[in-house]
């Protein structure tokens, strides 16, 4: 038996992440694909662009499974592992682009 570690910030890889507003516990302002940025930083992106989020929003891994694919394992991450918050952002970046910075709860380029 073998385990592989994938990181968040390994561009070979898409994660489904959320951004939940401040006060809810779950299910929130936007799902979209999160994606590494330069530096420290990430960009959860795919967003739709009436998306309810603000910046300070927890961004959550979505843990996403087609209901239609029941084939499909799901999900390389389970759902609710906190990544981040939602950073400094300008609402129309967010409708024109459909992307938001998020900055890591935890130092994702180097590891002690």
């Not at 939940?20 to 530096?39: D, F």
């Not at 420290?40 to 309810?52: I, R």
């Not at 087609?66 to 394992?73: C, E, I, R, V």
């Not at 970046?93 to 459909?98: F, T, V, W």
């Amino acid at each position: 038996m073998a385990s592989e570690v994938v990181l968040i910030t390994d561009h070979t890889v898409e994660v489904a992440a959320q951004a939940v507003p401040k006060g809810q516990s779950a299910r929130g302002g936007g799902t979209g694909i999160l994606e590494p940025a330069i530096g420290n930083n990430l960009v959860l992106a795919d967003l739709p662009h009436n998306a309810t989020i603000s910046p300070g929003d927890l961004v959550m891994t979505a843990g996403f499974k087609d209901p239609a694919d029941t084939a499909q394992s799901g999900s390389l991450y389970p759902a609710a592992i906190p990544i981040g918050r939602v950073g400094p952002f300008n609402q129309n970046d967010l409708i024109n682009s459909g992307q938001v910075p998020v900055t890591p709860l935890a130092s994702i380029r180097r590891f002690t």
